[in-house]
Every structure is written in structure tokens, then in C-alpha cells.
């Protein structure tokens, strides 16, 4: 049973670690990167600390996936997934899914090669597409940090 509450503990600290910087990220870096007056400062900041970010946040998205999972295994709780009111575990996994493909397969194959291209064209609205998906993300992990702590505490709002 201590392995359970570990498990917790580690999926916990690991979601700090990484939707704390997606939203230190969106709520600071990036403004303050569109504030940069030239377009090589712009860029070349923006590229070394996603970079650094990135790095965090691929050890945090798999730390988070294998306590969680191995959650679901102690519990036996994979029925959650057939039970609307379990809608923050499918938002959880949702979330996870849409980070891994953005970090291990979007970023390195196609996002880095358009942001080089699309940054260098017109900086100003390629920051603030950036910004703008950034927002998006953070939105989706608050709502699903919410519903994950209501839930695993016996609050299923409906
Ligand atoms: C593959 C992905 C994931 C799986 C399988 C998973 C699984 C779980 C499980 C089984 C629990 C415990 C539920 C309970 O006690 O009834 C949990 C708790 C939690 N998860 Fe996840 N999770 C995943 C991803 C995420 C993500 C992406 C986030 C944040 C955006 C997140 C945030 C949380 C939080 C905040 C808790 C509540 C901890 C508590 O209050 O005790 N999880 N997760």
C-alpha cells in the first residue's frame, strides 16, 4: 500500500514540475519574449529556454504516465474508462497524449522546422499563435489538475 501512496506522491510532484512550467512558460516567458525588440533576440531566447523546458518536460510526461498507470493497476480501476463520471481520468490520459505527441513527435519531425521558418518570415503572430497554444494547454491541464483532485477525493461534481 505504501507503493500506492509513492506512486501518488511521484505523480504529483512530476505534474509540479511540468504544468507548473508550461504555465511559467505561457505566463511569463512568452510575453515577455514578444516584448524583445529584435527579431534575433526574440528567437534565440525563445528556442534556448523552450529547449532547456523541453528536456523537464519529457522526463515529467513519463514519470507521470508510469505512476499513473501503475495507479490504475493497484486499484484494478481500468472500468474507469467506460464511466462518464471518471471524465477527469480520460482527460488526464487526453492531456498526457496530446503532450507526448507534441514533445517526442511534433516538435522534433515538423513544429521546430515552421517555427525557423514562420519565426524568421513574421515574428509578432508567430508568437502569438505560440502563445495562443500555449494558453490552450495550460487551460486543459488546470481543468484536468481540478477535476483530478475533486475526483481522487470523491468529488465527481455531477
Ligand atoms: C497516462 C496518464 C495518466 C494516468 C494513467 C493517470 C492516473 C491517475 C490515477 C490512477 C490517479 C489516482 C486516482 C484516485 O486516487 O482515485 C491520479 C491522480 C491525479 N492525477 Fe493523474 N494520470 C495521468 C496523467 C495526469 C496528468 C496529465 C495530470 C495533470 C495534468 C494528472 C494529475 C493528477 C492529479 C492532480 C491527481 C490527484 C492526486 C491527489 O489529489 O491525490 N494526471 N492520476
Redesign the pocket.
Known amino acids: 500500500m505504501e507503493y500506492f501512496t509513492l506512486a501518488?506522491v511521484i505523480?504529483?510532484l512530476a505534474?509540479v514540475l511540468w504544468?507548473g512550467g508550461v504555465a511559467m512558460v505561457t505566463t511569463v516567458i512568452i510575453p515577455a519574449v514578444k516584448n524583445m525588440k529584435s527579431k534575433e533576440d526574440k528567437i534565440e531566447t525563445f528556442e534556448k529556454i523552450e529547449g532547456r523546458f523541453a528536456i523537464q518536460a519529457k522526463i515529467t510526461t513519463l514519470i507521470?504516465?508510469l505512476s499513473?498507470?501503475y495507479?490504475?493497476y493497484e486499484?484494478d480501476?481500468w472500468g474507469r474508462y467506460l464511466d462518464v463520471k471518471f471524465w477527469w481520468?480520460h482527460a488526464?490520459?487526453i492531456?498526457?497524449i496530446l503532450?507526448t505527441l507534441v514533445l517526442f513527435v511534433l516538435e522534433p519531425l515538423v513544429l521546430h522546422k515552421l517555427f525557423k521558418k514562420y519565426a524568421e518570415e513574421n515574428p509578432e503572430k508567430t508568437f502569438i499563435i505560440i502563445h495562443r497554444a500555449h494558453w490552450v494547454l495550460l487551460t486543459l491541464?488546470l481543468i484536468?489538475?481540478t477535476g483530478?483532485?475533486a475526483?481522487?477525493?470523491g468529488w465527481y461534481f455531477f
Open positions: 501518488r505523480h504529483v505534474v504544468i507521470t504516465a499513473g498507470f495507479m490504475l486499484m480501476a481520468i488526464m490520459t492531456v498526457w503532450f491541464s484536468t489538475i483530478a483532485i475526483g481522487s477525493h
